[in-house]
């Protein structure tokens, strides 16, 4: 049974910093496509940053709304991928989500955890 465990969310005022972090477990964690995403209150859940499987060279990649703010990296010894949020703005305030992507394609969801950016 896959299991994604987000953590490290919170409170924090413009221009701060927040690292989050997904630990998984269930899965060949180095094989697996990693990404976050975020949703808003009234808006839909969208892509922030995603991180290739080892095998396919760890490429990340960024919303033009996080690029040079946030960094993803992943931890393949301790099965967790990271996002390291600087330079925070209230319109990064949302839930953010974990999501893995195994190379069958299946797809798996964290449970989410909050992130408020207070102006």
């Known amino acids: 049974q896959v299991q994604l465990v987000e953590s490290g969310g919170g409170l924090v005022q413009a221009g701060g910093s927040l690292r989050l972090s997904c630990a998984v477990s269930g899965t060949l964690f180095s094989r697996n496509a990693m990404a976050w995403y975020r949703q808003a209150p009234g808006k839909q859940r969208e892509s922030v940053a995603s991180i290739t499987s080892i095998i396919r060279g760890g490429i990340t990649n960024y919303s033009d709304s996080v690029k040079g703010r946030f960094t993803i990296s992943r931890d393949n010894a301790k099965s967790t991928v990271f996002l390291q949020m600087n330079s925070l703005k209230p319109e990064d305030t949302a839930v953010y989500y974990c999501?893995?992507?195994?190379?069958?394609?299946?797809?798996?969801w964290g449970q989410g955890t909050q992130v408020t950016v207070s102006s």
């Open positions: 999501n893995v992507v195994t190379p069958l394609g299946s797809i798996y």
